[in-house]
């Protein structure tokens, strides 16, 4: 089975695209073959209509949350409710969505899926730091149009499987330091410490969910990536990874509601 790890933004460009990390399990070591980066979301299009059988961890939310999505009185069922996105512009999305927390109480402002609390995931409803409703804006129907198959939520094509991953979590298993930024003057030293354990961790196997990796020859540029757009990749494979590794058991999946969706590994 082919493996991938998707390292997503709402906004592919030559300076910033979306990453894919892929490889393969072999034995039980997860190899990583190769790392590519697409600059349009023409190329993540056709990406996604590669022949499978792949599977593949996304990072990007695949839904919004239920409390969410009844309050606006929008579709709450998913393919509809992606239908419905499709309809809506970012700047619609951000009224809409700030109007809600603006009526709500001061620590209590978002609505969040169930699966964001064992995740450690942003509200997938917030547009800025990061602006991840956003990504699911210009993710997550992509996703419907190529007919991929999203275990609990929507049967497309079972040779292409999509599972949404965060890699954020991975991350924060291993070290609660921060270990990147897209800003050039803020990859110090210390971010750098941080992707060398981490690499460290992925290398050796000691995750919580206790795959190791053979990065071969990326290993020095996995480290030296101070957006670590890369590493970010890696840790989504590893994610799928752990779910083909239970594909007998619902990818690992919970039961959870098939409106919101859940982050694999969570």
Known sequence: MKLHG???????????????????MEGDVLRLESLQTLSDFTAFDSWLMQAGPWLAGFDLPFSLPRELVEHLHWPSNWPDLMRHLQTQTRAELRLQFKAFCDARAVG????HRATDIPAGSSPSMKWVNPPVAYMLHAGAPRLLDAGVSIPGMYEGDPQRIALEAYPGMV?????????KSDDKSKQTPER???RELIVAALEAGTTPWKIKLDL????????ADGSADLLDAVLCMLLAAWAWQR???NYGLPEFDALEGWIVGA
């Open 247 to 249: 594909r007998e058991d």
């Open 171 to 179: 991350a924060r298993s291993i070290t609660k330091a921060s270990y």
């Open 108 to 111: 209590n402002k978002f609505a």
């Open 6 to 24: 998707v390292d997503f933004t709402s906004a592919p460009s030559r300076r910033k695209g979306i990453t894919i990390a892929s490889g393969q």
């Open 192 to 194: 750098q410490q941080a």
């Open 216 to 223: 071969g020859r990326y290993k020095t540029g996995l480290i």
